[in-house]
């Protein structure tokens, strides 16, 4: 069994900044990539920010410059500082982590519950 607790949602105002967390724990031999997507109301899941490991990022264009992802391996925990925020960030934000279970060692796509994040104008 293996959790991913996500925290730091909540309502803010455009141009505000708010920081997700997203904490793994359970039956986990290692953590690959970790990410954010988000699901804005009526649309798909979209790939927000991802991280490897060894700290290679990736963000979706709309998020650059705004948008910072990090993780401490230590604590397989990953964080979004997310700055600069607009209306268009409303969305559901989920966690992501993608690794190898323990013990059977096999790959698994694990998933946060979602956190919400609005912005108001």
């Known amino acids: 069994q293996v959790q991913l607790v996500e925290s730091g949602g909540g309502l803010v105002q455009a141009g505000g900044s708010l920081r997700l967390s997203c904490a793994a724990s359970?039956?986990?031999?290692?953590?690959?990539?970790m990410g954010w997507y988000r699901q804005p109301p009526g649309s798909q899941r979209e790939l927000v920010a991802s991280?490897?490991?060894?700290?290679?990022?990736d963000y979706a264009d709309s998020v650059k410059a705004r948008f910072t992802i990090s993780r401490d391996n230590a604590k397989r925990t990953v964080y979004l500082q997310m700055n600069s925020l607009k209306p268009e960030d409303t969305a559901v934000y989920y966690c992501?982590?993608?690794?190898?279970?323990?013990?059977?060692?096999?790959?698994?796509?694990?998933w946060g519950q979602g956190t919400q994040v609005t912005v108001s104008s």
């Open positions: 992501y982590g993608g690794g190898l279970g323990w013990p059977d060692r096999k790959f698994y796509d694990w």
């Open positions: 991280i490897t490991r060894g700290g290679t990022t």
């Open positions: 359970g039956s986990i031999f290692s953590i690959n990539t």
